[in-house]
């Protein structure tokens, strides 16, 4: 059974800093390209980061700057830093493993909450 549980979720406020943390179990976890999404009340879905098995990594311009992702194969866990953190990067943060079309997983998500 695949699972991602996200942790690390909390309040904060405007300029601190959050770290998240994914970790995954059932899957082969160095072949899966992983992300961060996030979703604001009210809005769509949106990528936050990926970062491929080959460890390339892509951000949101939003957010360029101010995250890293990064990954630990031994671990099995991929981790979100978040630093300078601003009110509208209040959000659930889903963790997602991708493979093909039919290994795509997601987490539950973990809520962060910036207050200004």
């Known amino acids: 059974q695949v699972q991602l549980v996200e942790s690390g979720g909390g309040l904060v406020q405007a300029g601190g800093s959050l770290r998240l943390s994914c970790a995954a179990a059932?899957?082969?976890?160095?072949?899966?390209?992983m992300g961060w999404y996030r979703q604001a009340p009210g809005k769509q879905r949106e990528l936050v980061a990926t970062i491929t098995s080959g460890g390339r990594t892509n951000y949101a311009d939003s957010v360029k700057g101010r995250f890293t992702i990064s990954r630990d194969n031994a671990k099995s866990t991929v981790t979100l830093q978040m630093n300078s953190l601003k009110p509208e990067d209040t959000a659930e943060y889903y963790c997602n493993a991708v493979f093909s079309v039919s290994r795509n997983y997601w987490g539950k998500g973990t809520l962060v909450t910036v207050s200004s």
């Open positions: 059932g899957i082969r976890f160095s072949i899966y390209d």
